[in-house]
């Protein structure tokens, strides 16, 4: 889960913005996705970015980048987890833990959704478990948007 200070670093660029000035330009929006360190192969993680039929994406990684991935210039690694990443150039802003992966359209869908709602500040997607052995499993459907439960 990531902490409320990367919330509020994001919120503190848009806050004020008029939804007009917020809305996405679906052709060259770029969305810069944080992997955060955890016990997950991050290769996998990677992977699945690297799959994206979207290819205006960039990655920061708060990990040891893999070999395999060194040349991939969408990716690029960062030490300080703890300290806002003001280099993001991106207007849409993800999380993801080292060891998860998405699926290939992820990043077009978000888009999508910005460009049928201009006005939205947020939007949030649910998730499940994709395990080799079992398959999918835990599906996490988030409720419809409530300020309350943010």
């Not at 996405?24 to 990677?46: C, E, M, P, R, Y």
């Not at 150039?89 to 998405?102: E, K, N, P, V, W």
Request: hydrophobic share 35%; with cysteine; net charge negative.
């Amino acid at each position: 889960m990531p902490s409320i200070h990367w919330w509020n670093f994001w919120f503190s660029l848009y806050q004020n913005n008029k939804p007009s000035e917020r809305a996405i330009d679906t052709n060259n929006s770029l969305i810069t996705v944080f992997v955060t360190a955890s016990d997950g192969d991050i290769s996998k993680t990677l992977r699945s970015l690297v799959k994206q039929s979207r290819p205006h994406w960039s990655a920061v990684v708060f990990d040891t980048i893999p070999q395999e991935f060194k040349k991939e210039s969408r990716i690029s690694q960062h030490k300080a987890k703890n300290k806002p990443i003001i280099s993001a150039q991106a207007r849409l802003l993800t999380f993801i833990d080292s060891g998860d992966h998405i699926h290939p359209e992820a990043f077009q869908h978000i888009v999508d959704t910005f460009q049928a709602h201009p006005q939205a500040g947020i939007i949030y997607t649910d998730c499940d478990v994709d395990n080799e052995l079992e398959g999918r499993s835990n599906p996490w459907f988030k409720p419809a948007w409530d300020p309350d439960l943010f």
